[in-house]
Structure formats: structure tokens, C-alpha cells
């Protein structure tokens, strides 16, 4: 099994990422830390809590993380995730409580406690994996085997031209996190507009009995309305969040390439942009392995397989 800590911003597609690690038996979910993205700090590490509850592993220790990203102020997607960030199913609230810890003393502890090398998963701002790595460089290399994230894009955006919204909102964790020497893997934009969900297939979630199912009906027919609008050319809603852990579960789903990735954070039209360097034009080192494609068929058999476990 592989250990992984989760640090999100739930979010739809980061709750269904969640759920995809709790359902796997090839992964063992130590911790959850939450980050203000999708939502404000309070929600997003709410929304997490209501997740495990539903999930009914309250055991998983949570705690939450950095109030707003590194130097720029907080902008929040409640124009995609509702008011609460995961609108579209009442899910039921939490009774216990978030660890007395900080997100990166949560990351910290768990680290010290694993005797083998454990995967930190981001599908959200990556403000506290950078401060993670600022704070506890030593640990985060003795033990962190890789970081996997969803953010950024090669030559798209979701947010701005060219700007997805993870990178958005903390470019300068982003930075951080991409030149610290970890290896990095990469669900950028490319591979999570074909990673859809389509409309047929959220409405045969009706059909799953399990309150797991149930829940994420409601859940994903809210999401999907965002991306109705026709400028997305999409028949459905993109899973961003979930393809890091289908990496993680079954990578012979994806195609990737290696490359130097890094983020611009200065641009005009661009902060927050991933510069992706296909061509190996600057030499510097592949530190990123990007998945660019994904067995889109596989995926979604993944994800209903996971939901059907809570039968
Ligand atoms: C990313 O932004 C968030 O809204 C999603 O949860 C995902 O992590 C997609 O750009
Ligand atoms: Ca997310």
C-alpha cells in the first residue's frame, strides 16, 4: 500500500479524491490538512470533516492550514462550489473535532510516525506544502517520496488565459514547492478536461443505494452545472482532483511526459501561469512528470467501483 497525506481544499473533485483514497486498498490515508482555496479556511476544513464523517473515518486526524495564501489575499470559486464549497447534498456535520495541531505540524507528525516514505498529495493552493518544506526541509526530504498535485496546465487556463485556479490563488507557494527538489507529479488542466464525469453517468449514481453514492449524486449534478455553459465544450464535469489519486492507484491509466515545470509569478497577463518546458529548451532539470492523457473509460469504472465499496 502506499501512505499518502491528502491536503485539499474540499471542494467537489478534492472530496471525491478523498473518497477515492479511503476506498482504495492500495492506499493508506494517514492525514487530511485543509487549504483556503475553493472556499474560506473555516469551510474547506469543515468540508473535509463532513467528508470523513460520511466516509466514517473519523479516525483520520485533520487539522487545518494557512489562512490565506503566502502574499496574495484570498480569492475564493463559490461561483463553482456554492456558498459552502460543496453545495449540492446536505451532508451530515461533523461531531468531532480537528486535531490541536497546525496543518504542517500535522504533516510533521505523521512523517516522524511512518517508518517508510510517505506521498503528500495537494489538490488545492499549495500554501501549506510550501510553508511545509520552508519549516521542515530535512524531514520533508528524509521522508516526502514525491509530491502529487493538481494544478496548472500546459498552455491553458481555467481562471485566466492562462492561469488554472490552484496556481491562482498562491503562485508563490507554488514556486516554493516546484524548485524544492521533491519529485513532483503534475494532473495539470490537460489531462482533467478529458478526465469527464459525463451527464449519463452522474445520473446512474442515482442508482447507487449507499449514502456514499447518494451524497455524491447530489454533489456532482451541482457541480456539473457550472460547467454547462458551452464556452467549456465539455458533456459533463471535469474530475480534477481525482486523477491524482488514480495515478497513484492504477498510473498505467495515464500518459506522461518529464520536464522541467515552473510558475511564473511575475507577468503581467500570466502570474500564476505553469511554464512547462516540453521542448527541454532550458536544460534545467525534469523535475515534474506531467500527465498529459488518461484511459478516461478506466477512470470513471475506478470511481464507481469506489463508490459501490460502501454498499
Ligand atoms: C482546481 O480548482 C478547484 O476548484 C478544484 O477543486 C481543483 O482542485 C481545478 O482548477
Ligand atoms: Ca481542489
Not at 123 to 131: D, I, S, V
Not at 163 to 178: L, Q, R
Not at 232 to 238: H, I, N, V
Not at 266 to 292: A, S
Amino acid at each position: 500500500t502506499k501512505k499518502i497525506i491528502l491536503d485539499c481544499d474540499p471542494g467537489h473533485d478534492d472530496a471525491l479524491a478523498m473518497t477515492l483514497a479511503v476506498a482504495s486498498p492500495k492506499i493508506e490515508l494517514l492525514a487530511v490538512t485543509t487549504s483556503a482555496g475553493n472556499q474560506t479556511p473555516d469551510k474547506t476544513l469543515n468540508n473535509a470533516m463532513r467528508m470523513l464523517k460520511l466516509l466514517g473515518r473519523e479516525d483520520i486526524p485533520v487539522a487545518g492550514g494557512n489562512r490565506t495564501p503566502l502574499v496574495k489575499p484570498l480569492e475564493t470559486a463559490g461561483e463553482v462550489h456554492g456558498e459552502s464549497g460543496l453545495d449540492g447534498y446536505p451532508l451530515p456535520e461533523p461531531d468531532f473535532q480537528p486535531v490541536e495541531l497546525t496543518a504542517i505540524e500535522l504533516i510533521a507528525k505523521t512523517l516522524k510516525e511512518s517508518a517508510t516514505p510517505v506521498t503528500l498529495v495537494v489538490t488545492g493552493p499549495m500554501t501549506n506544502a510550501a510553508l511545509f518544506l520552508r519549516v521542515y526541509p530535512e524531514l520533508a526530504k528524509a521522508k516526502i517520496d514525491q509530491i502529487v498535485y493538481m494544478g496548472g496546465a500546459m498552455g491553458l487556463g481555467n481562471w485566466q488565459p492562462s492561469v488554472e485556479f490552484n496556481i491562482f490563488v498562491d503562485p508563490e507557494a507554488a514556486k516554493i514547492v516546484m524548485n524544492f527538489g521533491i519529485p513532483l507529479v503534475m494532473a495539470p488542466l490537460n489531462v482533467t478536461h478529458q478526465a469527464q464525469i459525463l451527464k449519463p453517468e452522474i445520473e446512474a449514481l442515482r442508482q447507487i443505494k449507499n449514502p456514499v453514492g447518494q451524497a455524491f449524486y447530489g454533489l456532482l449534478s451541482f457541480f456539473e452545472r457550472y460547467h454547462e455553459n458551452p464556452k467549456w465544450g465539455f458533456q459533463g464535469a471535469p474530475l480534477h482532483d481525482p486523477c491524482t489519486i488514480a495515478w497513484l492507484i492504477e498510473p498505467e491509466m495515464f500518459q506522461t511526459e518529464k520536464m522541467n515545470v515552473d510558475v511564473e509569478t511575475t507577468g503581467e497577463l500570466t502570474r500564476g501561469e505553469t511554464v512547462c518546458d516540453y521542448y527541454e529548451l532550458t536544460g534545467k532539470p525534469q523535475n515534474t512528470e506531467v500527465m498529459l492523457g488518461i484511459n478516461r473509460q478506466r477512470f470513471i469504472e475506478l470511481i464507481m467501483e469506489a463508490l459501490h465499496s460502501f454498499d
